[in-house]
Structure formats: structure tokens, C-alpha cells
Nanobody, 121 residues
């Protein structure tokens, strides 16, 4: 099992910045992907950005150039720096870790409790 504790989020005006942080503990595999997803009211949860244990980052098109994901493998943390926020970024943001066991071809997903981000126009 893996536990994820998120912090950050809140209310900000359009154009502002927020930083989300997530700390993972428990059974964390050496090969994993940590990321942030978001879910707006009435919509599906979607990937915002993720980063592999090797440091490769991937971003949703709509946040490229505005958001930056970083991780600290020694601390098992992942951060999401969000700049130039827009009202359409308003959502509940969820931290995720995907443990990957290559030999068995299995993945194990764990989620944080979610943190609300509200961007006012």
C-alpha cells in the first residue's frame, strides 16, 4: 500500500500561481510514475502532468508552458508549479503514483484525497 498526502491548492485570481505538493509513503517501487490529475465538476478525471522515476515529464497540452512538474526521488515527493492560471484550470487536483512491476507487466495505482484549486476571472 501507498499513502499520498497532498498540500497546496486554494483560491487564486486568473494569472496567478499556485504550487501543489504531494508526499508518498509506503511500498514504493523503484520504477514508478508520479503525477497530477484533475477533475472539474461534471467532467472526467484527466491527466495534467506526470513524471517518471527517471525524470521524464509529460504534460497535458493545455498546461504546457504554464505548469512544471518536479519530483524528489529521495523524498518520494512530487510538486506541480502552476503559473498563469486560468479559470478553466479550476478543478479538484489529485496526486497519483503508479507503481510498475515490469517483469510481471503489472501496474498499481494509488491516489491522494484531492485538493481544490479555484481560479477566479
Amino acid at each position: 500500500q501507498v499513502q499520498l498526502v497532498e498540500s497546496g491548492g486554494g483560491l487564486v485570481q486568473a494569472g496567478g500561481s499556485l504550487r501543489l505538493s504531494c508526499a508518498a509513503s509506503g511500498s514504493i517501487f523503484s520504477i514508478n510514475v508520479m503525477g497530477w490529475y484533475r477533475q472539474a465538476p461534471g467532467k472526467q478525471r484527466v491527466l495534467v502532468a506526470d513524471i517518471t522515476s527517471g525524470g521524464y515529464a509529460n504534460y497535458r497540452d493545455s498546461v504546457k508552458g504554464r505548469f512544471t512538474i518536479t519530483r524528489d526521488n529521495a523524498k518520494n515527493t512530487v510538486d506541480l508549479q502552476m503559473n498563469s492560471l486560468k479559470p478553466e484550470d479550476t478543478a479538484v487536483y489529485y496526486c497519483n503514483i503508479r507503481n510498475i512491476r515490469l517483469v510481471e507487466g503489472k501496474v498499481y495505482d494509488y491516489w491522494g484525497q484531492g485538493t481544490q484549486v479555484n481560479v477566479s476571472s
